[in-house]
């Protein structure tokens, strides 16, 4: 068993900072890729950014303004945003794309966290 658990979410003024968190724990045997996605109520979800062991990627309205680094000895992952927006306001979702190991063998998994709401408002 896997879990992804988020944390880090709240209200912020515009041009404030916010910092969230996704730890996956359980029986990983490795993890290939982690990102953060956002969505807002009737709308798709998107992929804000994402970061394997050798590259990063920014969807074009953060660039700048947000940044992704991961602690691999964690298995966790952050979002540094900062000259936040009111259109940032969404709830972010973790993405871990990984190998968990299993009773029969191995198994490739993509999986989701909860979801934590960022806000921004003044």
């Known amino acids: 068993q896997v879990q992804v658990v988020e944390s880090g979410g709240g209200l912020v003024q515009p041009g404030g900072s916010l910092r969230l968190s996704c730890a996956a724990s359980?029986?990983?045997?490795?993890?290939?890729?982690m990102g953060w996605y956002r969505q807002i109520p009737g709308k798709e979800r998107e992929l804000v950014a994402a970061?394997?062991?050798?590259?990063?990627n920014y969807v074009d309205s953060v660039k700048g303004r947000f940044t992704i680094s991961r602690d691999s000895a964690k298995n966790t992952v952050y979002l540094q945003m900062n000259s936040l927006k009111s259109e940032d306001s969404a709830v972010y979702y973790c993405?871990?794309?990984?190998?968990?190991?299993?009773?029969?063998?191995?198994?490739?998994?993509?999986?989701w966290g909860q979801g934590t709401q960022v806000t921004v408002s003044s």
């Open positions: 970061i394997t062991s050798s590259s990063t």
């Open positions: 359980g029986s990983i045997v490795s993890i290939n890729a």
């Open positions: 993405n871990v794309n990984l190998i968990t190991r299993r009773w029969y063998g191995v198994r490739a998994e993509n999986l």
